[in-house]
């Protein structure tokens, strides 16, 4: 069955670096979501998109957020000087396949540790 | 705020039981779906539910769906230790590309 997959698994970086997230969405969709989850605590949405462009962001999705999809397979999230409290694990998710279905599909996430 | 809220937060049950969630949302919504979560791990789809729908069922799974009480629950029958895990509600204002809104979760420990 098609997968989301995300690398790295986990990532430390220093404080003020910048750090590149990648997804692979499954193949057929058309909806690309990226999601965040600090320790104990709950899911939150970060960005949608759609036909190469933002769709939807939340407030946490800052200025120093941004997403790229720069072939048509990758799904980047780049953090561009991290803070503290960008410490948590990031969900890639795909939805929009055959027959739109409504479903999001989430990667196993990359688990992001700021220093 | 949209915001699901799943309850109890906490659920320990023995082997063979059956184990309800229940989840709470605030505006109206084009659908719920419910995720399961293993500790530090992704995010697994478990079942989607629409707001027509009142109930569905996969496996040992069964989501029923009130929006006159804006709720849902997710039974799971006959439960195993593997169930041992968090379970999210997630809610969709609409259709297609929208994110969804999680609740915090139920963490659910089946005793062997």
């Known amino acids: 069955e098609p997968e989301v997959t995300q690398t790295p698994s986990h990532q430390v970086t220093q404080m003020g670096q910048e750090v590149i997230l990648r997804c692979v969405p499954i193949s057929n969709h058309l909806y690309f979501y990226w999601y965040r989850q600090i320790l104990g605590q709950k899911v939150e949405f970060l960005v949608s998109f759609y036909n190469n462009e933002i769709s939807e962001k939340s407030e946490i999705f800052d200025d120093q957020f941004s997403v790229e999809r720069p072939d048509g397979s990758n799904f980047t999230l780049k953090i561009r000087s991290t803070k503290l409290e960008d410490s948590a694990m990031y969900f890639c998710a795909s939805s929009g396949g055959p027959g739109f279905t409504d479903t999001q599909y989430f990667g196993p996430g990359t688990r992001l540790t700021v220093l | 705020s949209q915001q699901g809220e799943e309850d109890p937060q906490a659920l320990s049950i023995q082997e063979g039981e059956n184990a309800t969630m229940n989840c709470s949302y605030k505006?109206?919504?084009?659908?719920l779906q419910w995720y399961r979560q293993n500790s530090g791990r992704g995010l697994v789809h478990l079942i989607l539910i629409r707001s027509n729908e009142r109930e569905k069922h996969s496996g040992r799974l069964r989501v029923t769906l009130d929006t006159s009480k804006k709720s849902s629950s997710l039974l799971i029958t006959a439960s195993r230790a593997a169930d041992t895990a968090s379970y999210f509600c997630?809610?969709?204002?609409?259709?297609?590309?929208?994110?969804?809104?999680f609740g915090k979760g139920t963490r659910l420990s089946v005793i062997a």
């Open positions: 997630a809610t969709a204002l609409n259709s297609g590309n929208t994110p969804l809104v």
């Open positions: 505006t109206s919504i084009n659908n």
